[in-house]
């Protein structure tokens, strides 16, 4: 098979290892399991990891600027000074230090909270998966913006839930299109969690809520009476100004705010946080328990010793630079390089641009042509719960340098030429009819 | 309050902290939260920490005699070398040199495994948890041996699973009575989903499966098409012998295993796994990546060097001596010290001795005249799901020195006496007519 035979099934070059072997289980998982099977992309992204390929595609965050030294000399004194206490056990809220320091961290965006309220988890896609787990039954609505983060939306499907997508612009979450959302959802009976938004930088959307929308998104939910799940990993890596307020800032009782060193510091450590009204915490610590008795105790005084013993905020400032600097060869590759048609965002911060194809594209039928042209992307419909966004595509310019971004620009363009040349010789493409996509799309550290 | 105050509702002389607050959400939750309550124990065990107190309750492994020099420049070698992998995100399924590493451990108990069919998990908590996660829907049974592993049950009743449990003897889980466990259950109706053990050195009952059963509990469960759970962290903890061979190593298709490094190494860095058969090991890939991404990177690297640069094996054999020096403190002050109505076992590996109390006496009502008199135990209905088990109680010799097993023993010998003292003068004692407890305890790491 080449992928420029057309099969009216679409254009998945590589079979999911899945669909090739028997399972004797296949009868006895659960209902929520039903709908696990690993992404059609997945093969695909194992041949975009060769270092031929230009990947746009993974979220992971570069962190070659870290001080490997400071890190080596604070964890060694910590073995040293306190093994005893870093191996063992800890508490499964999490140690009371660094959730003091978190509470610091929470500060620079307008975050008044108090330690208690603080629980440490694996990563804050365990904080999505506790939070989940304790609100929703099957059949619960979680609203989403439109796109949304794919790892949210995996553990949203794995807990059975429904996901409704609301619009957003370049000033993010459209009040409007939320209200619409709530209220249309209420109308058919159904039962509306929270909503799960990331006000800043979004992945994969790259736009920031803007400051006067944030009272309204806020007012909408007060009115409604709908929890508020802020996701917010990305709040401190904006390009251009001082941290945007958090929606948790304005609004205490009604809103579980998430955080995560993974992008300020490392992700190797596994070590995010959520901060949650007070009886909301207590179960999120119960559920915590159930699921691993406690976070890491190594990784938080790894964590919590880099953040007393080096300026971590400076750090910080560095990576701001870095991603800029990434950011702007991105846009400027996209201006210099992408056929007129084409449409994209300047993100003000974060890991992504958004990019929407000329009408008839469909991103997902063209990655494999893509990848066989060395660069990599994430096709949008992984960023839906109901298959749209085939016309779009995030690009993360996180991790190359500016300059391999600009040649996975200039790959990626002239794959898209070539798509839109034989689009107009010879009509739709493979793939650009095929029905969206059900089942669960596992999230990998590929896209984060 | 005082602790010798009848009172007809139960001995708690801590009120649980949720029930002192006004939970907002209290209508909102999944259905599985409902049950989630802070154990009523918990807060005797904040006092029970307390330096005065003698605790036999927790788990905690002693890692005191761990190498810190050795595990502290492995990690600053791994920092240096290999720094931005380290801290970097990493596979959903776990390193691969990692994972070759543990089916090198488990060769020792003589299974055969391929890496590729080792998921790694957030210690084996997490493990439980995420077979749970895929193999049970609500109602469905788990059966489990009576007493079972506390975190264990708290999982299973976090998703709505009902226990069931089977008797065990001296030579741990009788075959008889898992027959008429599954046969009573399936007549009933209900759809069981597998059988959750721990064959080796029982938590809480200390008792090991003997060599002759093993062959006969797998020939049952295959013939009733009943999946295995086999949890075996402290498999290599034995006093006497050789590691006993694992359930696994005999049957590979049928038999999920679950082993950690936290008792042979330490808890600390979180790091567990599951082996299980090729299918189940592609739905807990996806079902860790939507819990976690993956599990911690540093962590795992941590360990792999620790396994490759150390005589790990020396060093378990060190903690052999010290656990079996423990064990015999123990079972000496008992043989010294205890009523004569006492009954206990002898175990031959693991950290603890299961202990029956005189009949009428309560071990929950006692345990806050124990604290008060400076020890500490864990209650036998900590180990059930359906209220049994308040006459017996789990007695930990893992973590204090022998000296202090003797004291704590003594103090538990002394307020016994009192209670059954006052038994024979006043009758039975407010608690010991309590009924069954229902709700969920979530586990912690007291509990381990």
């Known amino acids: 098979m080449t992928e420029n035979t057309p099969r009216a099934s679409g254009t998945h070059p590589v079979p999911a290892e899945a669909s090739t072997r028997l399972d004797s289980y296949v009868d006895r998982y659960a209902a929520r399991t039903q709908g696990m099977t690993a992404s059609e992309i997945r093969a695909l992204f194992s041949v975009a990891s060769r270092p031929e390929v230009v990947s746009l595609a993974g979220g992971m965050p570069n962190i070659t600027g870290l001080p490997l030294d400071v890190v080596g000399s604070a964890i060694s004194d910590l073995i040293a000074h306190d093994g005893a206490t870093a191996l063992q056990y800890g508490s499964g809220q999490g140690m009371p230090a660094l959730r003091e320091q978190i509470c610091g961290v929470m500060r620079l965006e307008g975050i008044d909270a108090h330690p208690d309220d603080v629980v440490v988890t694996v990563g804050s896609q365990q904080a999505v998966d506790l939070v989940t787990r304790i609100f929703c039954d099957p059949g619960d609505v979680v609203i989403c913006e439109a796109p949304s983060y794919v790892g949210a939306l995996g553990v949203f499907k794995a807990y059975e839930c429904d996901v409704v997508h609301a619009a957003m612009d370049a000033d993010g979450l459209v009040p409007e299109a939320l209200e619409q959302a709530i209220v249309a959802t209420k109308a058919s009976g159904r039962t509306i969690k929270f909503l799960y938004t990331i006000p800043n930088f979004h992945n994969p959307a790259g736009v920031t809520l803007s400051a006067e929308r944030r009272p309204q998104i806020l007012d909408i939910c007060r009115r409604h ?36 060193f993974s992008k300020t510091f490392a992700p190797g450590f596994r070590v995010g946080w959520a901060l ?28 919590s010793a880099y953040l007393s013993r080096h300026d971590w905020q400076g750090q910080v400032k560095q990576f701001q630079e870095m991603y800029r600097a990434r950011r702007d060869a991105m846009v ?91 689009r107009e010789t010879f009509g739709a493409l493979p793939g650009s009819l095929e029905a969206p996509r059900s089942g669960y799309d596992a999230p990998s550290s590929d896209l984060t």
């Open 225 to 260: 009476d709908i929890l508020v799940l802020e996701d917010n990993p990305y709040g401190l890596l904006g390009f251009d100004a001082e941290p945007v307020r958090a929606l948790r800032a304005d609004e205490a009782e009604g809103v579980i705010y998430l955080g995560s």
């Open 276 to 303: 949650a009204p007070h009886a909301v915490r207590e179960k999120l610590v119960l559920a915590q328990e159930s699921a691993t008795l406690c976070p890491p105790q190594f990784s938080q005084m790894a964590i």
């Open 332 to 422: 400027q590759a996209l201006d210099d390089l992408m056929p007129a048609a084409c449409q994209w965002n300047v993100p003000s911060g974060g890991f992504y641009v958004w990019l929407t194809l000329p009408p008839g594209i469909d991103a997902k039928a063209m990655l494999p042509r893509a990848v066989t042209a060395r660069v990599a992307y994430v096709p949008g419909t992984a960023f839906f719960a109901d298959g749209f966004g085939s016309s779009s595509m995030r690009l993360s310019f996180c991790y190359p340098t500016p300059e391999r971004i600009r040649e996975g620009v200039r790959r990626l363009a002239g794959v898209l030429e070539q798509e839109m040349e034989l």
